[in-house]
């Protein structure tokens, strides 16, 4: 089969996928640990208590441990699972994998370091800044952030720099 | 709760949460759409009946169902990772669009460094892989050491 023959096909089943009613993403339940379950279970009967709205923060403040423990339940496989099956869809090989490794965790420090940038700005600069953006419209669309090169290193012969 | 004493109640319960092994985490099957579920059963059949031994024209006869497959994973843990992310690390609106910025820029230029490390010829690889392990090892031993100093201290 051509290219242009199989990109035809897969456009065919891509019509055929658009379903109006799309579902959102879950995690598989079963799939956590017994104490993990039975955390989440918690977590699950306090924001049922006060259903549809939020728990009141004293409540939450009271069960921090809990919450706080059921949030990175939730960030570390959500990120686990993305590491995992992303080198996979993308059938990469062992070397793939390893740079998609280290552009994500460099991501993930660049992240965490400019967040940690923001959190140290005062107050009325932060709003400022918030005011500004909003107003050229940044907030609602991403762009390309400008790389600096990296640090010359001995090239293997006849690769190209990733 | 004091900050110390909420670090201290967590790492309890990271105490308790830690023997237990994990089987790996897995994307509910009933959150896929109807059209979805049907083209990754067919990956899944496709699957049992090559068993790991799948050969080139298997793969080309079904490259279709195998790209759309991928394809629907690809899309469903992305959204799957920024919907969870920013909750679990509770951020602001600002935060969120930093987070997004950041993500999409990592997107990119990995995408971009695939397409670089495919043009790779099989030799390069092979090279940069071994000597990646090398290094890898001399880290390990260099670590070693340095920690069976701090120990003999």
């Keep these: 089969m051509r290219p242009w023959q199989l990109n035809r096909k897969v456009q065919g089943l891509s019509s055929k996928l658009e379903d109006p009613a799309k579902t959102e993403t879950r995690f598989d339940y079963n799939c956590f640990s017994e104490p993990e379950r039975k955390l989440l279970d918690k977590v699950q009967e306090i924001v049922d208590e006060y259903a549809p709205g939020s728990p009141p923060q004293d409540v939450i403040e009271k069960n921090a441990d809990l919450w706080y423990k059921g949030l990175e339940i939730f960030g570390r496989r959500a990120m686990e699972l993305f590491v995992e099956i992303m080198p996979a869809s993308f059938c990469c090989d062992e070397l793939e994998e390893w740079y998609f490794k280290i552009y994500f965790y460099n991501f993930l420090l660049d992240w965490i370091e400019s967040v940690k940038d923001l959190r140290e700005m005062p107050k009325e600069e932060l709003d400022a800044l918030i005011v500004e953006r909003r107003g050229m419209g940044m907030l609602d669309r991403v762009f390309r952030l400008k790389r600096y090169p990296p640090p010359a290193i001995q090239k293997q012969s006849g690769s190209e720099e990733p | ?153």
């Design chain 2, 1 to 153: 709760m004091k900050p110390a004493q909420l670090t201290k109640r967590i790492d309890e319960l990271s105490e308790k949460l830690k023997p237990v092994p994990s089987e790996g985490i897995k994307i509910d099957f009933h959150s896929f759409t109807e059209p979805e579920q049907l083209v990754l059963l067919k990956n899944f059949e496709l699957d049992e009946k090559y068993n790991g031994h799948w050969t080139h024209e298997a793969i080309l006869e079904n490259k279709e169902i195998i790209l759309k497959g991928n394809h629907i994973f690809i899309s469903r843990i992305t959204e799957l990772f920024l919907f969870a992310m920013p909750r679990a690390m509770m951020l602001d609106e600002v935060e969120q669009k930093l987070f997004a910025i950041n993500f999409w820029g990592f997107l990119e230029r990995w995408l971009e460094c695939q397409k670089n490390v495919r043009k790779w010829t099989e030799k390069d690889r092979e090279d940069f892989l071994r000597d990646m392990k090398i290094t890898e090892s001399k880290n390990h031993k260099g670590e070693a050491g340095s920690n069976g100093k701090e120990n003999n201290n």
